[in-house]
């Protein structure tokens, strides 16, 4: 029996060794050749052709058509399965074997070449997109999830063609792991968001009630005054905050119903409440209907959205105007405060960040919040601002039905 450090064994190994760097070398040259073929030498080809024959037809319009034993060309008069082809590259199959075509337009004539790959050049061809089609399906699949609502399905093994290599299924388990993984992250932070905000309502209830109840004592001082009043504000802010967590809460987790809604009662009942807690404050607010628009959507989801950008716009605002305008398909609010610089504007949407004065209240998260809900409704919002002169708010509310406002 030889020994297993023999030079049998040695043999075995070494064989076995060039086997494998035989086999990786293959799988790497099968790649390498679909990449030189069709992206470098086939296309390239069918560009340099195209542009040849371009400027062989600019000096002589008589000059002919590519027409060899495997490149045909067609000027304004490709077949009927060609002619609906858009410009650039095509696969397609042809009665002598696969094709790829290549369409360009130029002085408003359109040119198709047709070339017929060979069949070991198909073969190449076909065996690398084989080889690859599995991690191009994953990364489509990776390219396409949802963070806020991660589905691991589409990454189970069962789902790989059968003839899918081990590393492809390795990747497709750990893919769907961190799909697992986001969806208990997720549902860990819907489920804090909810325990918070209902933690939150029973102080602030108390908070509110017990500063009414001091507004309402007439021997409380002009400065005890001042400071009750801004701990009902505070303490309305953190409301209308804990209420709009709790609303997104609700709508990631199942969705809100949804009814036909009067843009025009949402908008003057948050006006009136923004113009409340700016009470004492030199600002005149005007509130012009041309239309009234209606929308489907949930009620409270817009007063949220709406009653953000009137709070920031009364909020802001020292003295002079707040507009509010209802056109045929949007709400305009126009302020004369502060305004904000370019800079600021850019990074308005992002969580915690307030406009030029940080002593004026708020968290600096409303306008997040009011990204995220024009965002998942279809609602843009345009904000323009400048410093010293003021801000416009826009909000286009895409589909909505308007009419004519009755004077």
């Not at 707040?322 to 398909?329: E, K, P, Y």
């Not at 992002?350 to 997040?368: D, K």
């Not at 323009?384 to 039905?401: D, K, L, M, Y």
Request: with cysteine; aromatic share 6%; glycine share 8%.
């Amino acid at each position: 029996m030889a020994r297993r450090n023999g030079v049998r064994a040695r043999l075995g190994r070494t064989f076995v060794l060039q086997a494998g760097f035989i086999g990786l070398a293959a799988v790497i040259s099968v790649f390498l050749a679909n990449v030189l073929l069709e992206d470098v030498l086939i296309r390239q080809a069918l560009r340099d052709e195209a542009t040849f024959f371009w400027e062989r037809y600019a000096a002589d319009p008589s000059h002919p058509l590519p027409a060899t034993l495997n490149l045909t060309g067609y000027l304004d008069g490709a077949p009927a399965e060609l002619a609906s082809l858009g410009p650039g590259f095509h696969e397609s199959e042809d009665t002598a074997g696969p094709t790829v075509v290549y369409v360009t337009e130029q002085a408003g004539r359109r040119l198709t070449l047709v070339l017929v790959l060979y069949l070991t050049t198909w073969l190449a061809f076909r065996a690398s997109r084989r080889a690859f089609s599995p991690v191009i399906a994953l990364a489509r699949q990776v390219r396409e999830l949802d963070p806020t609502a991660p589905n691991p399905a589409p990454f189970d093994r069962s789902r790989l063609p059968p003839a899918a290599d081990d590393e492809v299924r390795e990747l497709a388990d750990a893919l769907g792991r961190y799909s697992d993984r986001l969806v208990q992250l997720v549902a860990r932070e819907r489920q804090f968001t909810r325990d918070a905000s209902h933690e939150l309502r029973s102080p602030l209830t108390v908070v509110q009630i017990s500063s009414e109840l001091l507004l309402a004592d007439e021997t409380l001082t002009d400065a005890g005054r001042r400071a009750a009043e801004r701990i009902r504000r505070a303490a309305g802010d953190m409301d209308e905050l804990t209420n709009a967590f709790l609303l997104l809460a609700r709508e990631d987790e199942v969705g809100l119903p949804a009814s036909s809604v009067c843009i025009n009662d949402v908008v003057s009942e948050e006006l009136a409440r923004a113009q409340q807690a700016a009470e004492g404050k030199p600002v005149v607010s005007r509130f012009t209907e041309n239309h009234r628009l209606h929308v489907d959507a949930p009620e409270r989801v817009l007063a949220i959205l709406v009653g953000n950008l009137l709070r920031n716009a009364f909020s802001y605002t020292d003295r002079g105007e707040v507009d509010v305008t209802i056109d045929a398909d949007k709400v305009v609010i126009r302020d004369t405060g502060v305004g904000m610089a370019p800079d600021r504007l850019a990074e308005l949407y992002r969580p915690f960040v307030r406009g030029e004065s940080a002593q004026r209240g708020g968290h600096g998260v409303g306008l997040s919040i009011v990204r995220r809900l024009s965002d998942r409704f279809g609602w843009p919002v345009k904000i323009e601002s400048q410093p010293g002169v003021g801000t416009r708010v826009e909000i286009t509310f895409q589909g909505a039905r308007a009419e004519v406002a009755k004077g």
